[in-house]
């Protein structure tokens, strides 16, 4: 089943993706995973966690992510990730991820442009406040970051045959 989705990266790229997920983890995010569906080109994914990035093509997690199945089969823009749909099969997906990266909760944001669909996934491992506590308190620094993330990432399909793809 591999092959659905590139989660490798270019290491230019992959390196300033890196840096700005490092400043998110200042404010208490322990998971970052962005991606990207620009027209009909091949949908890339960027994970704070290179193990979690490999695993994730090659262990076909692509096909039973309940967060990828939500932000590609509805229209909603903010979902906590304890409210995501998920089936038998996807359960374990979701709860590997907050283990692997110690996140005791998360938030998916969706958005869906005319060229373009992006996703956001963070988790924190606050246990202080629900994930949407946590977004308001920190939404001026998540949106930046996210805008950068975005800039960033779309570099990538700039560089292939995205032609002018950046917003």
């Known amino acids: 089943m591999a092959g659905k989705i590139l989660t490798s990266l270019p290491s230019d790229i992959q390196e300033n993706l890196l840096d700005l997920t490092n400043n998110l983890r200042e404010i ?68 590997e991820r907050k283990r692997e990266f110690c996140s005791k909760s998360g938030l998916l944001m969706s958005i869906k442009h005319k060229e373009f669909h992006e996703t956001l996934a963070f988790g924190t491992d606050s246990k202080r406040h629900d994930i949407t506590h946590f977004f308001s308190k920190n939404s001026r620094v998540l949106i930046e970051n996210f805008l950068m993330l975005r800039r960033e990432h779309m570099r990538y399909y700039s560089n292939n045959d995205g032609g002018d793809a950046i917003l």
Do not use: M
Request: one cysteine or more; glycine letters at 6%; a negative charge.
């Open 28 to 95: 208490g995010i322990t998971h970052i995973g962005h991606g990207l569906i620009v027209g009909t080109l091949k949908p890339t994914a960027y994970f704070s966690c290179k193990e979690w990035a490999d695993r994730y093509d090659d262990e076909d997690l692509v096909s039973r992510d309940p967060i990828r199945a939500c932000a590609l089969n509805t229209n909603f823009k903010l979902v906590p990730w304890d409210y995501i749909p998920a089936s038998k099969e996807q359960k374990p997906v979701l709860e």
